[in-house]
């Protein structure tokens, strides 16, 4: 048995669990616990077990359903990776919502082509909730954030705006020059809508030329992870 607290505040919670096996027939078991807001990861608890039962996920079976990188269902996520998405949020919030994620070290992808990647960042009717909606031991400060980190940690590429800057629209559309190795991207954000007009917050990233080992990557180590 073991033992995991962790902070947490009124709401909704889940639970997601997942299974592994590894080529030694170990098997690594992992507990999410996903935030009533945004279905965001708060905490990673993993197990090991050399028993194992393998287990096949359906499209069609209840698990399918599960939310995958920011409110993508399995089949969005699978036709994302099939058409060269690393990463594709396509968020938008029609009801009022305080929507965020602060938490984490990013999420990994291999390059094994020199390559280029798009990006693509949109943002519109994000409202500044600043010292009023947040709670504050995650943050009290609107932003969002997007970053891209080389294979030696440097950040290659960096957004961020912060406060009322989050309520100007933002469309951007721009390219990456990559290289072969272990990337890693990523997203964080804090901010309110008004249940009015919808919010849109779109963070894509998407392969130019589209490499099968790359593709397969993705597929084993982000669809099939979970």
Known sequence: MIMV???????????????NQTPTENTSVTAKLIDPYVWGFSS???????????????????????MYDYYRTYEQ??????NGYIVNTGVSFSERAMP??????????????????????TLKNLIDGTG???WKPITDISFVSFEVYDPSGKAAYSFYKE??????????DTELAVYPGEWRYK???????????PSDMEFALRYKTIFEDDIQWLVDNKLNKF
Do not use: C, M
Request: aromatic share 10%; no cysteine.
């Open 5 to 19: 607290t962790d902070t947490v505040y009124p709401g909704t919670w889940y639970v997601r669990l997942s299974t």
């Open 44 to 66: 990673d608890t993993n197990f090991s077990s050399a028993e194992n039962e393998e287990e096949q996920i359906a499209e069609d079976s209840p698990l399918s359903a599960q």
């Open 132 to 134: 009023h909606h947040y």
């Open 187 to 197: 997203i964080a954000f804090a901010y309110t809508t008004n249940g009015i007009e």
């Open 77 to 82: 996520t699978k036709a994302d990776i099939q």
């Open 100 to 121: 965020i994620v602060t938490s984490g070290g990013g999420t990994s992808f291999y390059v094994n082509h020199d390559n280029s990647i798009n990006i693509s960042i």
């Open 163 to 172: 406060g009322t800057e989050i309520e100007d629209a933002v469309d951007i």
